[in-house]
């Protein structure tokens, strides 16, 4: 295809290497420059997804992980991040430097409220939005939460292997970037995080869409401070990982969308810090432990399609079982050049569905 369809560059020329694309510890990635109390600069650059054949825009979790650390710069020790919602006005610009300005919005004795405005070339605008809820640790008097045994309820997919038999995740999930790593081996370095994909085409393969799961196993590269919101901020690094792309391929339009763009994207903390921590693993028996940091587990897919949106839905878990966070991410996904579908359009669209499963679920 030549269109442009599922991601492909229409460039005649390849975009020159990105110095955002290396291996670089998750601290290091996130080190805010302060320019007064409320004000702070971004120092390292953003990931650039596919390259020299992506968009030429910034990875957004980098933006919308860093403004919550920001944000964390600006409240009393104790307080802890809660809740963060974001909205995405503007693509981040790749060789200009991100300046987070803080307003505070409440200071309660065990919650308080931050908002960020996030922006880069003078005159452009804000590019990115968000709101943070910070609170201060307090004991949990009833526990529940979904019960999941991952190496289980994936079995087909995880029998006999470990988060680092796996691939690491490509630069852009999608079938064109899927074919050029496999005739080149080439794979955008990605800072900040290992980040590790299971193939998941036997677990999917008869499902509907909506029933179709991705996983990925993560922890941070490079030491990690004793900030707590430093750990927090790389779950929130995380949750946004082709978190579109996955929905797009779970639903077999990953080839042929033609417009992709997060829009708001919420992710919600529901445990103790100790549980978020990455740290070295505890003597509990698990596939994520590791004694040089252990691993955590994100389970995505996408319940929701519909009038050009999309909705994808992550859950994060840790080597304990404990459902650790939750991400939920509203994104503009396109199919057609105009409004109405040409007959073309339509007839591919229509195929595509006839090739989903059925729902297994109600």
């Not at 590019?127 to 079995?155: G, M, N």
């Not at 650790?324 to 991410?329: D, R």
């Not at 339509?346 to 989903?356: K, L, T």
């Amino acid at each position: 295809m030549k269109d442009g369809r599922g991601g492909r560059p229409t460039r005649a020329k390849p975009l020159p290497s990105h110095p955002g694309n290396v291996y670089r510890p998750f601290a290091e990635l996130m080190q805010l420059e302060t320019i007064d109390g409320d004000t702070f600069r971004s120092i390292a650059p953003p990931f650039a997804p596919g390259g020299p054949v992506g968009v030429g825009r910034s990875y957004g979790a980098h933006v919308y992980a860093q403004a919550a650390y920001a944000a964390s710069k600006t409240v009393d020790k104790g307080f802890l991040l809660h809740h963060v919602s974001g909205n995405f006005i503007l693509a981040g610009e790749l060789a200009v430097p991100f300046v987070y300005r803080v307003q505070s919005i409440r200071n309660g004795k065990s919650y308080c409220t931050r908002a960020v405005n996030v922006t880069q070339s003078e005159g452009n605008g804000i590019c990115f939005t968000c709101i943070c809820s910070f609170k201060t640790a307090e004991p949990s008097h009833v526990e529940a939460q979904r019960e999941l045994d991952i190496w289980r309820e994936y079995a087909v997919v995880l029998k006999d292997r470990l988060p680092h038999d796996f691939q690491e995740v490509p630069g852009m999930d999608l079938p064109f970037y899927w074919q050029r790593r496999k005739e080149t081996g080439e794979n955008d370095k990605f800072p900040g995080l290992q980040c590790h994909k299971v193939d998941m085409s036997r677990y999917n393969k008869d499902k509907h869409p909506i029933d179709r799961r991705q996983l990925i196993f993560y922890r941070t590269i490079g030491d990690m401070p004793a900030d707590p919101n430093l750990h927090l901020a790389a779950h929130l690094y995380s949750s946004d990982r082709n978190s579109l792309y996955i929905v797009a391929n779970n639903y077999g339009v990953g080839d042929y969308w033609t417009q992709m763009s997060s829009l708001c994207h919420t992710v919600i903390f529901h445990s103790p810090m100790e549980a978020l921590l990455f740290k070295p693993s505890s003597g509990q028996q698990s596939e994520l432990n590791d004694p040089t940091g252990r691993w955590f587990a994100f389970e995505g897919g996408g319940d929701r399609m519909g009038s050009g949106r999309a909705v994808f839905n992550c859950r994060l878990w840790n080597n304990e079982g404990i459902h650790v966070a939750t991400a939920v991410q509203d994104g503009l996904l396109r199919f057609t050049k105009r409004i109405d579908a040409s007959p073309e359009e339509e007839q591919e669209i229509e195929r595509i569905m006839r090739g989903w499963g059925p729902r297994s679920k109600l």
